[in-house]
């Protein structure tokens, strides 16, 4: 931001008042910047579980935070993902119940299924972007997959096995 004044030097007074304004022009604080988020997430949906197969079912989800600046001339938007266990209490396997029947599962950041989503604790993690909005790029969006397993070899009974998960958006 640049701010310019004009002092005129023929006359004293004049000039003490001038650098006056100009010095508490640069001392007013700057607007802060304002902006708003939306986001949106997809689970996994798994199909019929096989509980012959011997390949996990794998299937993907989708979470997506986008942010448009309002006003301000930028701002960064530091966004933290966290999510809960569900219905198991635990990060380590979460469960999809029918009943009382139970089929364990559980979801990741990444495609190898090693990082847990979860909130930091028992073994899970956080995750998280950063969008840095301007007014040349007001609007970004950050997507990122839900990775979900279902592992082999479990024998379930035939049911509709669900599981709620709540995912907490920070930023």
């Known amino acids: 931001m640049s701010i310019k004044v004009h002092c005129d030097d023929s006359m004293s007074r004049i000039t003490a008042a001038c650098v006056a304004v100009a010095l508490a022009m640069f001392a007013l604080p700057l607007a802060a910047a ?58 380590s396997n979460r469960t999809m119940l029918s009943g009382a029947n139970v089929l364990n599962y559980n ?3 990444d495609a190898g299924y090693t990082q847990i989503r979860g909130n930091g604790t028992g073994g899970s993690q956080t995750g998280g972007a950063t969008l840095n909005l301007t007014s040349a790029n007001p609007t970004q969006t950050a997507t990122g997959t839900i990775y979900g397993k279902v592992n082999a070899g479990q024998n379930v009974a035939p049911g509709t096995y669900t599981d709620t998960i709540v995912v907490t958006i920070t930023f």
Do not use: M
Not at 34 to 43: D, E, H, I, P, R
Not at 54 to 74: F, H, I, Q, R, W
């Open 34 to 91: 304002t902006w708003t988020c939306s986001v949106s997430a997809t689970g996994p949906i798994f199909g019929v579980y096989n509980p012959f197969a011997t390949t996990p079912d794998e299937e993907n989800g989708t979470l997506k935070a986008t942010c448009t600046l309002l006003s301000g001339g930028a701002a960064t938007v530091n966004i933290t993902d966290s999510f809960s266990t569900g219905s198991s209490g635990t990060y």
């Open 107 to 109: 979801l990741y950041y």
